[in-house]
């Protein structure tokens, strides 16, 4: 079980570790050596908790374990734009747990309607977990969006919510 807690400044320095990890792991598999400083994680933290943004704290049994970032773009779409689990809780399914949790928090958002979400390509794991997410998501609409439980691994499937 997971909880999505909303940043605060007690949180500082644990999210500018996890942000530099996450650009440092995305360097990394797209062939860069480098990784944000300080600065530009802060700049982040910064932007992430601006207006039209929420940044919250990803929490297994009462710990920090991740971050994710909603960005309110416009329209009535919502975009889960940074997704991040410490390599140490990576495999328990916590990032998909913390997606679907977003996906409520948007839910409650007067005026949207969908989510929509990205993956570097590079990076297999997450693209193969957004992959049978999509299958299961599609499927559960298919056959029928009112019946079916939420998959685990899946964004839940909602008469009036879309993933596009």
Not at 60 to 72: A, C, K, L, Q, R
Not at 74 to 100: K, L
Not at 105 to 125: E, F, L
């Amino acid at each position: 079980m997971i909880d999505l807690v909303p940043y605060n400044e007690n949180y500082e320095s644990l999210i500018v570790d996890y942000i530099v990890s996450f650009f440092g792991f995305h360097s990394a598999i797209n062939g860069q050596a480098n990784s944000p400083e300080l600065t530009q994680a802060k700049e982040n933290i910064e932007m992430w908790t601006s207006e039209k943004h929420e940044l919250y704290i990803i929490e297994s049994d009462n710990t920090p374990v991740g971050f994710i970032h909603i960005w309110y773009k416009g329209g009535n779409v919502a975009w889960i734009e940074d997704v991040f689990v410490d390599e140490s809780h990576r495999g328990q399914g916590i990032g998909s747990e913390a997606i679907n949790s977003a996906e409520d928090i948007v839910k409650q958002k007067s005026g949207y309607t969908a989510v929509c979400m990205d993956v570097v390509p590079r990076n297999k794991n997450a693209l193969a977990k957004m992959i049978a997410a999509l299958f299961a998501h599609i499927a559960a609409k298919l056959l029928s969006p009112w019946a079916l439980p939420r998959a685990t691994t899946a964004p839940s499937a909602s008469a009036r919510f879309t993933w596009i």
